[in-house]
């Protein structure tokens, strides 16, 4: 994930992605230990992945977030 609020937290990428329930989510900080705007978020199948990006340029409050 990229473009997120600075202050989306685990629990807002979880409900991003809402009823699909992701089984890792790491949110990137930089190396001051800020949040950087990107998470690597994991599915448990290839089909929740493949459902999940279907959230692409989707918003995050006024945030729309890109996924890869």
Avoid: C, W
């Avoid at 699909?20 to 990107?38: C, H, K, M, Y």
Wanted: proline share 6%; no cysteine; glycine share 8%.
């Amino acid at each position: 994930m990229r473009g997120l609020p600075f202050k989306a937290t685990e629990e807002d990428i979880r409900q991003f992605f809402s009823p699909l329930e992701p089984i890792f989510v790491n949110i990137s900080t930089d190396v001051f230990g800020r949040p950087s705007g990107e998470a690597f978020v994991e599915f448990s199948t290839h089909e929740g992945a493949t459902r999940a990006m279907s959230k692409d340029k989707a918003n995050m409050g006024e945030q729309y977030v890109d996924l890869q």
